[in-house]
């Protein structure tokens, strides 16, 4: 029987950024995760690494100091997939004073030191290029700075590390069980090829996301059963539609019941709209984006821009379910994003932790106090130092430098493929085209520039094992590759 120090429950950012924390750390780690990585909530956000201007109003001002700060550190560690975005705020009359607008950008951007970002700013709407989307009475409005990030990839990244170092990785591996006793915890999984599985673990992390209190029911609830924490479902759906404006700026758009929808340009040629904030009902993995969601999101766009967006132009859909500790908050709006751990390790048995909450800006902090708590409970905290070890391909400083290089070094390479590949493997790409000096040696093509070469790459190295997972995790080729292409894509991997 295999034994670790740990064993993770879930395979989103959380569970990740923990096990690769961990066994950095030297504590011999194993994740496991029933699907595929980034599957669930992980995959589904709005994709920024950002401070969350609109927690201001609820008084967050320790969740976004830290998510802040988070973005100058996230920026340095993956600049191939976390990159700076100007964000838009137009100002309504009849929504929030611009006096209040403007206090809450100058504590946005003095709350944590601001390295690499340019702050806050008044836009004259008529005479500015990112006033071309807006309604003419839209006479005023702000810009702050923001990061982009590639949300699955970020995951993906976190678990490769993480195996680089030492831990060892199951996707399609699902927890079905586990005792407890002193010494540790003897835990069941199910296998992918149908099989059954026992390992040992000195302790355990329930990152389970919105199946959390799904994971207690399987012998873990004896860790929650004395507070009888709870957790709010809230579910968040985006459309994609051709881009509605030109111009690397993104929206954030107040709508008339207070929420926020950011309008963000997409793949090049779309626009993300979202999101939405709906209690969710039954399991996560049943979200769906509704009509009334798509309705929710044409509207609020339509507020402020020249042209409301029709359901009938929506290209995809995505929902994903927040899994928010319940504080009580009436509005799901108002439910806090702040993370919650629970540490139980009473009567000398084996500790379990369990994760509520968290966003995926700040996910490396709770990786940090998670592993700081487990590792204090087994004797072995460690030292944290993940905010300086670099994420695989984060090796080089500038990325439009970086791309010039690597054009220059592959001028095979058509201008659009290179881009995305450097974004996605940033100075791993030279190992993923394995000496490639032509297209001919990449292998099939399967359209949009996607290869043999990278979907070797992805398998072998990614844990891939569906199209969904390479055209809509690893990649969102979906959006661009032909349907024959994705045919083929979907019978080579036996799907």
């Not at 920026?75 to 403007?102: C, G, K, N, S």
């Not at 990112?130 to 003419?136: D, E, I, Q, T």
């Amino acid at each position: 029987m295999t034994r670790f120090d740990l064993l993770v429950i879930g395979g989103g950012v959380n569970g990740v950024g923990i096990a690769r924390d961990a066994q950095g750390r030297g504590l011999s780690t194993c994740l496991v995760e029933r699907g595929d990585l980034a599957s669930g909530t992980s995959s589904a956000s709005s994709k920024l690494i950002h401070g969350g201007l609109r927690y201001l109003e609820f008084y967050e001002f320790r969740l976004v100091r830290e998510a802040l700060a988070e973005r100058e550190v996230l920026l340095r560690l993956a600049p191939h997939i976390v990159w700076p975005m100007r964000f838009v705020l137009p100002h309504r009359p009849d929504m929030r004073p611009r006096w209040m607008i403007r206090a809450g950008l100058f504590l946005y951007d003095h709350l944590a030191r601001r390295v690499s970002l340019p702050g806050a700013e008044s836009i004259p709407v008529a005479r500015h290029a990112y006033g071309a989307p807006l309604r003419p009475e839209i006479a005023a409005a702000f810009a702050y700075s923001d990061c982009w990030v590639e949300d699955s990839r970020l995951v993906v990244l976190n678990a490769r590390d993480a195996a680089a170092r030492g831990a060892e990785v199951l996707v399609r591996t699902s927890f079905i069980g586990a005792e407890r006793d002193a010494e540790g915890w003897t835990v069941r999984l199910a296998t992918a090829d149908g099989g059954t599985r026992t390992v040992r673990a000195r302790a355990l992390v329930n990152a389970a996301g919105p199946w959390v209190l799904e994971a207690q029911g399987l012998g873990l609830r004896t860790a929650a059963a004395a507070r009888n924490d709870r957790v709010r479902l809230v579910r968040g759906s985006h459309i994609v539609l051709p881009a509605l404006y030109q111009g690397d700026q993104a929206y954030i758009l107040q709508n008339d019941d207070r929420r926020v929808v950011f309008v963000i340009p997409y793949e090049g040629r779309f626009s993300l709209v979202g999101t939405t904030d709906i209690p969710h009902e039954g399991d996560a993995r049943d979200a769906r984006c509704t009509p009334e969601e798509v309705a929710y999101l044409c509207a609020a766009v339509g507020k402020q821009f020249r042209r409301t967006p029709s359901p009938s132009e929506i290209v995809w859909t995505y929902s994903g379910v927040r899994p928010l500790h319940d504080d009580g908050a009436d509005n799901p709006s108002a439910v806090t994003r702040d993370y919650v751990l629970r540490m139980d390790a009473t009567d000398g048995q084996a500790p379990v932790l369990t994760i509520y909450g968290g966003k995926i800006t700040t996910y490396r902090r709770l990786a940090e106090d998670a592993v700081t708590q487990i590792g204090a409970a087994l004797g072995r905290a460690g030292r944290p130092w993940t905010a300086t070890a670099k994420l695989p391909g984060g090796d080089f400083r500038d990325l439009p430098a970086f791309e010039a290089e690597m054009a220059a070094r592959h001028p095979w390479l058509r201008p659009a493929t290179l881009r995305r590949l450097v974004r996605s493997y940033g100075s791993e790409l030279e190992a993923m085209l394995n000496g490639a000096t032509g297209l001919d040696d990449m292998g099939e093509e399967f359209g949009a520039g996607f290869t043999e070469r990278e979907l070797e790459w992805m398998v072998t190295r990614e844990w891939a094992r569906s199209a969904e997972d390479v055209l809509w995790r690893r990649s969102k080729l979906g959006l661009h590759m032909p349907k024959e292409g994705q045919e083929r894509l979907a019978r080579r991997l036996g799907g």
